[in-house]
C-alpha cells in the first residue's frame, strides 16, 4: 500500500459489506476505471473486513472513509425522515426506485443526508426485491396465512416490524446462522433477495419461495462532502455519470439474474409463485402508516411516491 | 513496504511491548494506536474497531459462557464421577490409569470447549491416582494429562473452533461436527502410544472393577455422560443455536453439580462466576487487540499480499496445507494460542478459499494445530500447567509427552490430507462443501 | 490518607469483582431466558441478544480496568522469566512508559470518538452508542493510571513476578 500512497491521485477508500465475488463490487470496479480518469484512486475493502456492517457512515461521518454504499436503515438512524424509505411495499420495482430518487422526493431525501450527515449520495444500488423462502409447504396466499410462521428477519425494531407486517412471526437471527436455522427446525422461512437465497444456498432447505416482493433492496452509494465539494462542477458531472452509468450496469445485472433464480429454483423442485401481492400490500401499508415510524415521515411523501 | 513504514514500526512496537512483557492485548491496542498516529490517520479507530467489533460479533458471547461452564463441571464432582466410569471401563488393561486418563479427556472434551479447564480440573487428581504408590512416574502423569487435555476443544463444544468461526465466516455448527471425528483420531493415537509403552516399561493394571459394579458406577456418571447428547442434539434439532449451546452447557452443568450432586455452595458458585468473569476479562481483551490489530492488516492488506505471494509460488492445495501445518506448529512453539488464530490465521484464510480448500476442514486442521501448540516447548500452556500442578521439571514431562507429539503430528498429517476425516460428519448433516 | 487508601483498595477491589461476576451472571440469563422463550413460550427476543452483547463489552473492559490482576492477563514471559530482577524491572518500566505513552496520545481521538456516537442508539433498548461505548474511555484512562503505577513501582524496585501458569486465554 505504500506506493499507492506515492501516487499523486487522491484515495477514495471504499468498505462494503458484499463480497469481492459479488455483482456489486463489479460494479465499483467499473466505477473505479472511470474515477481514475478524473484522478481518482478508488481503495475497494468488501466483505465488511474494513468497517463493520453498519459502522460505514459514522466511518465516512468521522472521515475515515470516502466512499460507502450505505443501508438506508442507517441512515434512517440518524435521519428519522428517512425511515420512509425502509417500509414494505414502498418501491414497486427497480425502475420506481430509480425514479423517485432522481426526482423531486429522491432531491429532498439527499439534502437531508447532505446537511445532516455530510454524504453526497450519488444513488440507488439495487441489489433484489426480498422475498419469503419457506420450508414448511403450506401454500400461501395473504398475509392471514403467514401467521404463526416463524419467519427470520435481520436484528433491530424496524427489520422485525417489517416481518410483522407481513403477517409472520418474526424471529432475529445471526445471518450465518439461517441455514442451519431452517434445517434444525429452529425457522420456518427466510427474506432475502434471491441472489442471496443462492450464494447461502437457503433454497437447499426451502420447499418454495413466495414472491411477495415485498421490500425492494437498494443501498446508497456515497461519497463524503468533503471530496464532493472540492470538486469542480464539471468534474462532479463526470463522477456523477460515472456512478449513474456503474449503477444502470449493475441493476440490470440484477434483474437478469433474479429472472434467472427463480428459473433455477423451480428446476430444483421448489414451488416458485406469487401470492396476492395487492393483499399483502394494503396489510403492509395499513400496519405501516398505523405505527410511530410513520409519524417521522413528511408530509404527503407517501402519496407522492406511489402516484409516481 | 519499508522498514520505517507505518505497518513496520507499528509490527515493531507490538513486538518489543509484548517482548518487554506488556499484556498482548494491550501491545496490539498501542500498536495499532501507534500505526494511526504515523499514518496521520484518526486515532478514534483504534476505539471504533474494539467496540463495534466485540458488540456486533454475535459468536463470541458463547466463550464466556463456554468458560463458565467449565466451572461449573469442575466445582461440582461431575469430574470424579466421571473418572470412576473410565476406570471401571479400561482400568484393567495394562496401562490402565493412562488409559483411562485418556478416555475420561475424550469425555471432558464433550462437554467442554476448553484444553485449559481439563487440565486443571482434572489434571491434580489424575496426578494423584496415576504416582500412587509409584505406579508412574509423576513426569508421565504430568505428560498424559498435557496431551489428553489437548482432545477437548478438538472435540465440540470447542472455545477455539468458536473463534476460527469469527475470522473466517464458517458456520460453528459444521466445525463442531468437522472435530469429532479427528478428535477420536487424536485420541486413539495417543492410545496406541500408551499401549506400546505400556507393554515395554510393563505398566501397571488396575484391579478390574466387578462386572456387578458396572451398572452402578455408569448410573452415577450418566447425567455426565449425557452432557454431549444434550449439547449436540439440542443444536441439531434446532432447540438452540450453537452459540446459545455455551449457555445451555453451563446451565447444565450448574443443575447437575449443584441439583443432582448437591455438592455446590452459594460460595462455590459465587466464585465458579467470578473466576469466569475474570478469565472472559483477559481473554477477553486479547480478542479486542486482535480485532483493533486486523484493522491494520486489512488497511493494509495483507491477506491480499500473501494470496498474491503464494500464488506466485504456484502452491498445490497440498503444499499449502502444509505450509500452514508447518508454521502454525513452530509459531506455537513460541506464541499463544488465541493469539496465532485471530491474527496470523485470517491473513491464509483468502488463500485456502482461493486453492478450493474447504474452510471447515482448515479450520479443524488449523485448531488441531494450535491445540498441539500448547504442548509443544518453549511456550506451552499445558506444559507449564502440569508442570505446576505436578512439581516435576519441566524438561522430564517435555521428554515424555514427545512420543505422544509424534502420532499426534502423524494423525495431524492424516487429518490434513484426508479432508473426508473432518467433512464425513458434518455431510451426514447437510454440509454441502 | 495512604493508611485509608490501603484498606479501601482491597474493598474496592471486591466490589469490582462483584459488579464483573454480575454482569456474566446477567450474560448467563438472558440466554436462558432467550432460549425459554422461543422454544417454550414462541416468542423470539432480540432484546436479550442485544443486552448480552452490551455486557459483554462491559464485562472485558470493566474487568480489564478493574478486575484482572497482572498475574491474569495474558502475556509472554520468555524474556522476562530468563532475566534477572533488575533487567525485569527496567523492561517493566519501558513497557508501562510504552502504554501509557500511546494510550495517551489516543486519548483525545477516543473520547471524541465516543462522543460522536451520540448520534445512533441499539435497535431494541434504543441505549445512546456514547453510554454504552462510554466504559472504553474508563478502561484507556484506568490502564494509564495502573501503569504509571507499575512503571512507578518498578522505578522504586519492584520487579514484577512471572508465572506462566496464570495467563490463559481459555484455550
Ligand atoms: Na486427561
Ligand atoms: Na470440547
Given at each position: 500500500a505504500g506506493s499507492v500512497r506515492a501516487q499523486a491521485s487522491a484515495n477514495l477508500r471504499f468498505s462494503a459489506v458484499f463480497s469481492e465475488q459479488d455483482i456489486r463490487a463489479e460494479m465499483m470496479k467499473r466505477f473505479g476505471e472511470d474515477a481514475k480518469a478524473l484522478g481518482f484512486n478508488l481503495q475497494p475493502y468488501y466483505g465488511?473486513?474494513?468497517?463493520k456492517q453498519g459502522t460505514e457512515l459514522v466511518a465516512m461521518q468521522r472521515g475515515n472513509l470516502e466512499m460507502g454504499n450505505i443501508a438506508p436503515q442507517d441512515i434512517s438512524n440518524q435521519?428519522?425522515?428517512?425511515?420512509i424509505v425502509t417500509?414494505?411495499?414502498?418501491?414497486?420495482d427497480a425502475d420506481h426506485l430509480k425514479r423517485v430518487f432522481d426526482g423531486e422526493v429522491g432531491g429532498q431525501l439527499k439534502k437531508m443526508a447532505s446537511d445532516q450527515l455530510g454524504i453526497h449520495i450519488l444513488g440507488p444500488t439495487y441489489f433484489g426485491t426480498r422475498q419469503v423462502g419457506l420450508k414448511p409447504k403450506k401454500r400461501i396466499a395473504t398475509p392471514a396465512d403467514m401467521a404463526g410462521i416463524k419467519l427470520r428477519m435481520p436484528g433491530g425494531d424496524a427489520w422485525q416490524f417489517l416481518g410483522t407486517s407481513l403477517g409472520a412471526n418474526p424471529t432475529p437471527m445471526a445471518y450465518a446462522e439461517v441455514y442451519t436455522g431452517l434445517q434444525s427446525g429452529a425457522i420456518d422461512g427466510q427474506d432475502n433477495p434471491l441472489p442471496n437465497v443462492q450464494n447461502m444456498k437457503f433454497y437447499e432447505v426451502h420447499s418454495q419461495i413466495v414472491l411477495t416482493s415485498h421490500l425492494v433492496g437498494f443501498d446508497l452509494l456515497s461519497v463524503s462532502n468533503k471530496v464532493w465539494n472540492a470538486m469542480p462542477a464539471d468534474k462532479r458531472a463526470a463522477f456523477q455519470a460515472a456512478a449513474d452509468k456503474a449503477i444502470a450496469w449493475s441493476t440490470a445485472e440484477h434483474l437478469k439474474k433474479e429472472g434467472e433464480l427463480a428459473e433455477f429454483f423451480k428446476t430444483q423442485g421448489l414451488d416458485v409463485y406469487a401470492p396476492d401481492v395487492k393483499a399483502f400490500r394494503d396489510y403492509a401499508q395499513k400496519r405501516y402508516l398505523a405505527?410511530?415510524?410513520?409519524?417521522?415521515?413528511?408530509?404527503?411523501m407517501l402519496d407522492t411516491i406511489n402516484a409516481m | 513496504m519499508t522498514l520505517a513504514s507505518p505497518f513496520s514500526l507499528s509490527i515493531v512496537a507490538i513486538t518489543v511491548l509484548a517482548l518487554l512483557g506488556l499484556p498482548v492485548g494491550h501491545a496490539m491496542i498501542a500498536g495499532s494506536a501507534l500505526y494511526l498516529l504515523l499514518a496521520g490517520q484518526d486515532m478514534g479507530t483504534v476505539a471504533e474497531q474494539l467496540l463495534n467489533g466485540m458488540y456486533t460479533n454475535y459468536v463470541i458471547l458463547s466463550v464466556p459462557l463456554f468458560i463458565l461452564a467449565a466451572e461449573f463441571m469442575n466445582v461440582g464432582s461431575m469430574t470424579d464421577r466421571l473418572m470412576l466410569f473410565c476406570n471401571a471401563l479400561v482400568g484393567r488393561f495394562r496401562g490402565g490409569l493412562a488409559q483411562v486418563n485418556i478416555l475420561q479427556s475424550i469425555i471432558f472434551a464433550g462437554m467442554s470447549g476448553s484444553a485449559i479447564a481439563d487440565a486443571a480440573g482434572t489434571g491434580r487428581m489424575m496426578q494423584v491416582m496415576m504416582t500412587r504408590g509409584g505406579r508412574y512416574t509423576g513426569s508421565y502423569a504430568a505428560a498424559v494429562t498435557a496431551v489428553s487435555s489437548v482432545i477437548g476443544p478438538i472435540i465440540p463444544p470447542s472455545i477455539p473452533m468458536v473463534l476460527y468461526a469469527l475470522v473466517s465466516d464458517a458456520s460453528i455448527g459444521f466445525l463442531f461436527l468437522g472435530g469429532v471425528v479427528p478428535g477420536l483420531l487424536m485420541a486413539l493415537s495417543q492410545m496406541v502410544i500408551v499401549t506400546i509403552t505400556a507393554r515395554r516399561k510393563n505398566f501397571p493394571v488396575e484391579e478390574p472393577v466387578a462386572l456387578r459394579a458396572l451398572p452402578g458406577i455408569t448410573w452415577r456418571a450418566l447425567p455426565s455422560l449425557m452432557m454431549p447428547v444434550v449439547l449436540l442434539g439440542g443444536i441439531y434439532s434446532g432447540v438452540m443455536t450453537p452459540t446459545e449451546a455455551a449457555a445451555v452447557a453451563a446451565a447444565y452443568a450448574l443443575l447437575i453439580s449443584?441439583?443432582?450432586?448437591?455438592?455446590?455452595?452459594w460460595r462455590d458458585f459465587y466464585r465458579s462466576i467470578a473466576v469466569s468473569a475474570r478469565t472472559s476479562a483477559s481473554i477477553g481483551m486479547l480478542i479486542a487487540g486482535a480485532l483493533v490489530f486486523n484493522y491494520v492488516i486489512t488497511v493494509e492488506n495483507i491477506p491480499e499480499t500473501v494470496k498474491v505471494l503464494l500464488a506466485s509460488w504456484q502452491l498445490s492445495p497440498v503444499g499449502f496445507l502444509l505450509l500452514v501445518n508447518g508454521l502454525l506448529l513452530l509459531l506455537g512453539c513460541v506464541l499463544e494460542g488465541t493469539a496465532i488464530l485471530l491474527i496470523v490465521v485470517p491473513v491464509f484464510i483468502p488463500t485456502a478459499q482461493a486453492l478450493g480448500i474447504d474452510l471447515v476442514h482448515f479450520g479443524v486442521v488449523v485448531v488441531v494445530n494450535i491445540m498441539l501448540g500448547l504442548i509443544t516447548p518453549p511456550y506451552g500452556l499445558l506444559l507449564f500447567i502440569m508442570a505446576n500442578i505436578s512439581g516435576e521439571p519441566l524438561r522430564d514431562i517435555v521428554r515424555d509427552t514427545l512420543p505422544f507429539l509424534f502420532a499426534m503430528i502423524v494423525a495431524l498429517a492424516v487429518i490434513t490430507f484426508v479432508p473426508e476425516t473432518v467433512l464425513w460428519l458434518p455431510r451426514l448433516f447437510g454440509y454441502k462443501g | 490518607m495512604t493508611a485509608f487508601l490501603r484498606r479501601a483498595a482491597p474493598w474496592l477491589a471486591r466490589r469490582a469483582e462483584n459488579v464483573a461476576a454480575a454482569m456474566l451472571a446477567a450474560m448467563f440469563a438472558a440466554f436462558l431466558v432467550q432460549i425459554a422463550f422461543r422454544y417454550l413460550v414462541g416468542l423470539p427476543t432480540g432484546w436479550t441478544h442485544e443486552l448480552s452483547a452490551m455486557l459483554w463489552v462491559w464485562l472485558v473492559l470493566w474487568g480489564a480496568a478493574f478486575v484482572v490482576s497482572e498475574r491474569d492477563e495474558i502475556r509472554f514471559d520468555i524474556v522476562t522469566g530468563a532475566v534477572g530482577p533488575r533487567t525485569r524491572r527496567v523492561m517493566a518500566l519501558a513497557a508501562s512508559l510504552g502504554l501509557v505513552a500511546l494510550y495517551g496520545v489516543s486519548l483525545p481521538a477516543v473520547l471524541d470518538y465516543i462522543a460522536f456516537m451520540k448520534v445512533e442508539r441499539t435497535?431494541?433498548?434504543?441505549?445512546r452508542f456514547d453510554v454504552l461505548f462510554s466504559i472504553y474511555g474508563v478502561f484507556v484512562v484506568a490502564a494509564i493510571a495502573r501503569h504509571l503505577w507499575l512503571g512507578w513501582r518498578a522505578l522504586r524496585g519492584d520487579a514484577p513476578a512471572t508465572d506462566a501458569t496464570q495467563a490463559t486465554s481459555g484455550l
Open positions: 465488511g473486513t474494513l468497517f435521519i428519522p425522515a428517512w425511515s417500509s414494505a411495499y414502498l418501491f414497486r405505527s410511530d415510524l410513520a409519524k417521522s415521515w413528511p408530509a404527503g | 449443584a441439583g443432582l450432586y448437591r455438592s455446590v455452595s | 435497535a431494541y433498548l434504543k441505549v
